[in-house]
């Protein structure tokens, strides 16, 4: 979703890069955490939404940087120092060109070439500026097992409690980089090639296995043994899959709007089945 800047958003994109033309700039409203706005093919402007956004911006831009020379995709670097205004912070960040891919398809081979390379980036140098594992929804706590467990119809409970006990195995899997979102406008593609990777935001030393799966939930949940590296790792990420399904639930229940847990259910419900089944497969 765009709409037009306004006059504020203006002003600080003029403050941050004064030689670009922000004329007919708009603002990407799609993210969570920031809002960008976009006028030239030279910068974008990466605002922060919340005090905790502005809090992680200097971890988050210093860790672009540091990833920048060990991967073969553009990623935004900063270009400006970061400008905070009102109690939230700014930063003119490099522009990525390309869009989205199209979703439910994609090249296993590009596919898996991205996993592989992720899988490769060392983690000492960038450790330090690594978001926490689980850090978008929080960790699988009791509670929120509880509450998700009561909310789901009885074929599901076991399934779902066979997926949760899996938490602490794949917690001792060896870490890897796990950008934390892989999917939609967070990958620039130009005429099927990978240009490059936007959003490293809870980017983590996690499970490797997980980038198999946010690709697999973009470009196709059948294409998780040909993304794979290993059939090792798609089994983990065929049980990632599931709790990523009960992720959703949790969240939809956390939430004030009434949500449409039916539709929601017969969703999510054959993704819990199909990983909980995989578990012993």
């Known amino acids: ?25 708009a603002v990407n409203e799609g993210g969570q955490f920031h ?28 860790l672009l940087s540091l990833l920048e020379s060990q991967l073969n995709y553009q990623i935004p670097v900063a270009v400006s120092e970061i400008l905070h205004v009102d109690g939230l912070s700014s930063v003119a960040m490099s522009f990525i060109p390309g869009s989205a891919h199209e979703p439910h398809y994609g090249d296993p081979k590009v596919l898996g070439q991205l996993v592989k390379e992720l899988a490769e980036v060392p983690l000492e140098q960038i450790s330090a500026h690594l978001a926490k594992p689980f850090s978008f929804r929080g960790e ?4 929120r097992q509880q509450q998700c467990f009561d909310a789901l119809p009885e074929e599901l409970r076991a399934p779902a409690t066979a997926l949760w006990d899996q938490l602490d195995i794949l917690a001792q899997v060896p870490a890897g980089l796990v950008h934390g979102d892989l999917a939609g ?11 490059g990777i936007l959003d ?17 939930l973009w470009h196709g949940l059948e294409m998780v043994d040909l993304i794979a590296p290993n059939s090792e790792e798609a089994h983990r990420a065929k049980i990632w899959l599931g709790l990523m399904s009960l992720e959703r639930l949790s969240d939809a229940l956390s939430r004030s709007d009434n949500p449409k847990m039916g539709k929601l259910m017969r969703k999510i419900g054959p993704r819990i089945l199909t990983a909980a089944q995989s578990i012993n497969g």
Do not use: F
């Open 200 to 216: 490293w935001d809870l980017a983590a030393a996690w499970d490797p296995a997980l980038n198999t799966a946010y690709l697999s």
């Open 185 to 195: 406008h967070n990958m620039h593609w130009i005429d099927e090639k990978l240009i």
């Open 140 to 143: 699988w706590t009791q509670a």
């Open 1 to 25: 979703m765009s709409r037009p800047a306004t006059s504020g958003e203006l002003q600080i994109a003029r403050q941050l890069c004064p030689d670009l033309s922000w004329e007919d700039a």
């Open 35 to 62: 809002k960008v706005v976009i006028g030239n093919p030279q910068a974008v402007i990466r605002m922060a939404r919340t005090p905790a956004a502005t809090e992680q911006m200097p971890r988050t831009v210093e």
